[in-house]
């Protein structure tokens, strides 16, 4: 009966390896994304990350990854699929350490399917191998813990300084192992002795990091983002938190599905505060300080609500062993309720997320391919083309030239010689502040005038009343605009 059981286990396990694989080139790249390309494949390392607001292992351990096969977006999503199902294993297996073999088991069933593993960790960014080298410091954690030597300082200082150079949000590592190695009565001298260690390395990174900050433009693009509203706030501390961001354009039909989750979550927390917090289990208590401390910076921070959850995502497995800890201490007869709805949950988050053609959505299926041919028929022979994002030159012809748009400099630049002018920007940006403003002026005083324009809408009509209602301000449709500019 035992091995029929570990069987059945298997099956969520071999679906999410199926699901995470599935397609993986087809959906269209976005923004990030073409920046990770660039880097990898483009000889953007190391100009273009010393430009990026985030340090370069990610793109370091991609390099080296792709090496072993094609140039390709496929190569590059894979990197981070790999990492995500390493990150199942990894999980699973500190899940049973901490809470029991029952626990684990329910684990292997929830994470697999989780709506946020396969969404993210199908995405050439780092979020995937972010949460397996944060995964790795924690076994690193483990054994400093049980053999308290200077060689396992080393390894856990080490760890810690990969994660901290692939984001520095993985910084509430810091205050997340103190506390953990504290409430186990242990001594902290080892401890503080490797995070003082990676922490040292940081020394390095910290005038590109001072630099970028100082530039105006690093927030610029959230700064309207930042939730005023009470509605927005609370949006934006529940949208990184377990199967629940279905995206902007939420059906009413899926607060059926919604709120039974959040009930069973709710209850299973509580569940798990009575009944699971030994002093063994300290992950447990891990995980109780990384969550706030994440959710309360993540709802502070001037980036868009859609942003959060694959910045978050390195929390997932410690949520979930958090989430099977609580099931596997409820009675037998009960366990499989919470099992099933959760499933669900992320089932139905699938779905949404394949189908969905909201704002959020839009940031990863835009039809670039098909704005990328219109931009390309416009500017024709010896033509320019000006983007505002510049994932569109994925999908252009190696010898189309291509100015992105927010590193453009002298807008004066592109009339002389006078040729074809291609804009693919989003009209929302042309304000008396905004990047095209000077772009527009420069060419109207060179004698430009706007020929022809298509429209890309990427977002209907719903989805925008409700980012205006969470947001607090009015927010219009998104959309693409094609424009050629010729001159008189």
Same mark, same amino acid.
Request: a positive charge; aromatic letters at 12%; one cysteine or more.
């Given at each position: 009966?035992?091995?029929?059981?570990?069987? !059945?286990?298997?099956?969520?396990?071999?679906?999410?390896?199926?699901? !995470?694989?599935?397609?993986?080139?087809?959906?269209?790249?976005?923004?990030?994304?073409?920046?990770?390309?660039?880097?990898?494949?483009?000889? /953007?390392?190391?100009?273009?990350?010393?430009?990026?607001?985030?340090?370069?292992?990610?793109?370091?351990?991609?390099?080296?990854?792709?090496?072993?096969?094609?140039?390709?977006?496929?190569?590059?999503?894979?990197?981070?699929?790999?990492?995500?199902?390493?990150?199942?294993?990894?999980?699973?297996?500190?899940?049973?350490?901490?809470?029991?073999?029952k626990?684990?088991d329910?684990?292997?069933?929830?994470?697999?399917?989780?709506?946020?593993?396969?969404?993210?960790?199908?995405?050439?960014?780092?979020?995937?191998?972010?949460?397996?080298?944060?995964?790795?410091?924690?076994?690193?954690?483990?054994?400093?813990?049980?053999?308290?030597?200077?060689?396992?300082?080393?390894?856990?200082?080490?760890s810690?300084?990969?994660?901290?150079?692939?984001?520095?949000?993985?910084?509430?590592?810091?205050?997340?192992?103190?506390?953990?190695?504290? !409430?186990?009565?242990?001594?902290?001298?080892?401890?503080?002795?490797?995070?003082?260690?990676?922490?040292?390395?940081?020394?390095?990174?910290?005038?590109?990091?001072?630099?970028? !900050?100082?530039?105006?433009?690093?927030?610029?693009?959230?700064?309207?983002d930042?939730?005023?509203?009470?509605?927005?706030?609370?949006?934006?501390?529940?949208?990184?938190?377990? /199967?629940?961001?279905?995206?902007?354009?939420?059906?009413?039909?899926?607060?059926?599905?919604?709120?039974?989750?959040?009930?069973?979550v709710?209850?299973?927390?509580?569940?798990?505060?009575?009944?699971?917090?030994?002093?063994?289990?300290?992950?447990?208590?891990?995980?109780?300080i990384?969550?706030?401390?994440?959710?309360?910076?993540?709802?502070?921070?001037?980036?868009?609500?859609?942003?959060?959850?694959?910045?978050?995502?390195?929390?997932?497995?410690?949520?979930?062993?958090?989430?099977?800890?609580?099931?596997?201490?409820?009675?037998?007869?009960i366990?499989?309720?919470?099992?099933i709805v959760?499933?669900?949950?992320?089932?139905?988050?699938?779905?949404?997320?394949?189908?969905?053609?909201?704002?959020?959505?839009?940031?990863?299926?835009?039809?670039?391919?098909?704005?990328?041919?219109?931009?390309?028929?416009l500017?024709?022979?010896?033509?320019?083309?000006?983007a505002?994002?510049?994932?569109?030159?994925?999908?252009?012809?190696?010898?189309?030239?291509?100015?992105?748009?927010?590193?453009?400099?002298?807008?004066?630049?592109?009339?002389?010689?006078?040729?074809?002018?291609?804009?693919?920007?989003?009209?929302?940006?042309?304000?008396? /502040?905004?990047?095209?403003?000077?772009?527009?002026?420069?060419?109207?005083?060179?004698?430009?005038?706007?020929?022809?324009?298509?429209?890309?809408?990427?977002?209907?009509?719903?989805?925008?009343?409700?980012?205006?209602?969470?947001?607090?301000r009015?927010?219009?449709?998104?959309?693409?605009e094609?424009?050629?500019?010729?001159?008189?």
């Amino acid at each position: 009966m035992r091995i029929t059981l570990r069987y !059945l286990l298997a099956i969520p396990f071999i679906l999410g390896i199926f699901l !995470l694989l599935y397609d993986l080139g087809g959906r269209s790249i976005w923004s990030d994304e073409y920046f990770s390309y660039a880097v990898v494949f483009k000889g /953007g390392f190391p100009s273009r990350v010393l430009t990026d607001i985030h340090p370069p292992m990610y793109y370091l351990l991609a390099i080296a990854f792709t090496k072993i096969g094609p140039d390709s977006l496929w190569m590059l999503r894979l990197f981070s699929v790999l990492c995500g199902i390493a990150s199942i294993i990894i999980g699973f297996i500190l899940c049973r350490r901490y809470f029991g073999t029952k626990a684990g088991d329910i684990f292997i069933l929830l994470m697999p399917l989780n709506c946020h593993l396969i969404l993210f960790s199908r995405m050439g960014r780092y979020y995937a191998p972010l949460m397996l080298l944060i995964l790795l410091s924690q076994l690193a954690f483990d054994r400093l813990n049980e053999k308290r030597n200077w060689f396992n300082v080393i390894l856990y200082a080490v760890s810690l300084a990969a994660c901290f150079y692939t984001s520095l949000t993985s910084i509430l590592i810091i205050p997340a192992h103190l506390t953990a190695a504290a !409430l186990r009565r242990k001594r902290l001298g080892y401890i503080l002795a490797g995070q003082a260690y990676a922490s040292a390395t940081l020394l390095a990174w910290l005038p590109v990091v001072l630099k970028q !900050l100082s530039a105006k433009e690093t927030l610029s693009p959230f700064a309207n983002d930042i939730p005023f509203s009470l509605p927005g706030f609370i949006a934006r501390i529940v949208w990184p938190l377990y /199967g629940f961001s279905f995206g902007e354009n939420i059906p009413p039909w899926l607060w059926i599905v919604a709120i039974p989750g959040i009930i069973v979550v709710a209850v299973t927390f509580i569940w798990f505060l009575i009944k699971g917090t030994r002093r063994g289990e300290f992950t447990g208590y891990l995980v109780w300080i990384l969550i706030p401390l994440a959710i309360l910076s993540g709802a502070i921070l001037p980036v868009g609500i859609e942003f959060l959850p694959p910045r978050a995502m390195f929390l997932l497995p410690f949520w979930l062993m958090l989430l099977a800890a609580g099931i596997s201490r409820m009675p037998r007869h009960i366990m499989p309720i919470p099992v099933i709805v959760l499933t669900v949950v992320s089932i139905v988050g699938l779905y949404q997320y394949s189908r969905n053609a909201g704002a959020f959505h839009s940031t990863y299926i835009m039809p670039w391919a098909e704005i990328a041919h219109e931009a390309d028929r416009l500017a024709g022979e010896g033509g320019i083309i000006v983007a505002d994002d510049e994932s569109i030159a994925y999908y252009l012809p190696d010898d189309k030239r291509l100015r992105f748009l927010s590193i453009l400099g002298d807008p004066d630049k592109l009339t002389h010689p006078k040729r074809r002018v291609v804009l693919v920007v989003n009209p929302r940006d042309i304000t008396p /502040g905004g990047l095209l403003t000077p772009l527009l002026e420069s060419l109207s005083a060179a004698g430009y005038h706007e020929a022809e324009t298509r429209e890309f809408l990427v977002e209907d009509e719903k989805t925008t009343h409700i980012k205006t209602r969470l947001l607090g301000r009015e927010v219009s449709r998104v959309k693409k605009e094609v424009r050629l500019y010729l001159p008189n």
